[in-house]
Nanobody
């Protein structure tokens, strides 16, 4: 059984910062790409940032220069440092991991989501 557990969401004022963390645990054989997605009320879930197993990154245009994704492979953990937050960044943020479990079966796994609210 594989689980992804997120932490670090909350309420922050515009211009502020937050750091999200997501740790994968369970019977994991290997980790591939890890990423963060978000879903605002009434909108579709969208990619925020993604990082490959070797550290290559890709960002949504709306967060480039403000958000930084990183990972600690030894801890099966991915981070999202969010700076200069804007009200339009308000959403539920979901962690995603593409991995192979102990049976060598590959698949996508999701965290439960963490709320980020940017408001004065």
């Amino acid at each position: 059984q594989v689980q992804l557990v997120e932490s670090g969401g909350g309420l922050v004022q515009p211009g502020g910062s937050l750091r999200l963390s997501c740790t994968a645990s369970g019977n994991i054989f290997s980790m591939n790409a890890m990423g963060w997605y978000r879903q605002a009320p009434g909108k579709q879930r969208e990619l925020v940032a993604i990082i490959t197993s070797v550290g290559s990154t890709n960002y949504a245009d709306s967060v480039k220069g403000r958000f930084t994704i990183s990972r600690d492979n030894a801890k099966n953990t991915v981070y999202l440092q969010m700076n200069s937050l804007r009200p339009e960044d308000t959403a539920v943020y979901y962690c995603n991991a593409n991995l192979r479990d102990f049976r060598r079966v590959g698949g996508d796994y999701w965290g439960q989501g963490t709320q980020v609210t940017v408001s004065s």
